[in-house]
């Protein structure tokens, strides 16, 4: 019997690194990078099932392949009315794009609330699905990420190749990264 209470945890592998998974009856709830100011262990309390998701292993692994650049997942993250309303306009950001944080501001209505949104940005427990990496600095800079600054510029690069249809690009880009890694 499950509760409101069960969350249950995965990690997949990606060009990228290690990724923690978390889900509950609701949806996926967490997305953590194994390198990164944001990084995050399984809460004691969690259920290591892959089966649980699957659903969500499936859907980044396209990502990852260059097949998938948009996610169709159950969400359920877990923040405030205001950082709830800011990650709903990050999944409107469309793949291989990039927008301002004033631009992500006035999306939401709020063109004043330029360094709450960049606060609300940091703290989404979705990235990639929820795509902060596509959210830059005014000047067009590369600002900070969960994940670290050469994971932001391996996201948005490798969507550039495959937005313009360069999936050897992207290929080449994963090869490369895992070589690395």
């Not at 209505?109 to 979705?126: S, T």
């Not at 690069?157 to 880009?173: K, P």
Request: proline share 7%.
């Amino acid at each position: 019997m499950t509760t409101s209470n069960d969350i249950w945890y995965d990690y997949l592998s990606t060009p990228i690194g290690k990724l923690l998974l978390a889900a509950d009856t609701q949806g996926l709830r967490e997305v953590w990078f194994e390198t990164g100011k944001h990084r995050k262990q399984p809460d004691p309390s969690w259920t290591h099932d892959p089966r649980k998701l699957a659903f969500a292993r499936k859907q980044l692994e396209e990502y990852f392949a260059g097949t998938r650049t948009v996610f169709d997942l159950p969400l359920h993250p877990i923040g405030t009315p205001f950082q709830v309303t800011v990650w709903q306009a990050l999944a409107k950001i469309p793949y291989g794009t990039t927008v301002s944080y004033g631009d992500m501001a006035k999306r939401i209505g709020q063109p004043q609330a330029v360094r709450a949104v960049g606060a609300a940005n940091g703290r989404n427990p979705l990235p990639i699905v929820l795509p902060c990496h596509r959210v830059i600095g005014a000047d067009g800079s590369l600002t900070g990420f969960g994940g670290g600054l050469p994971t932001k510029r391996y996201l948005l690069a490798m969507e550039d190749q495959v937005a313009r249809g360069d999936l050897f690009g992207a290929a080449a880009l994963h090869d490369a990264t895992r070589r690395l890694g």
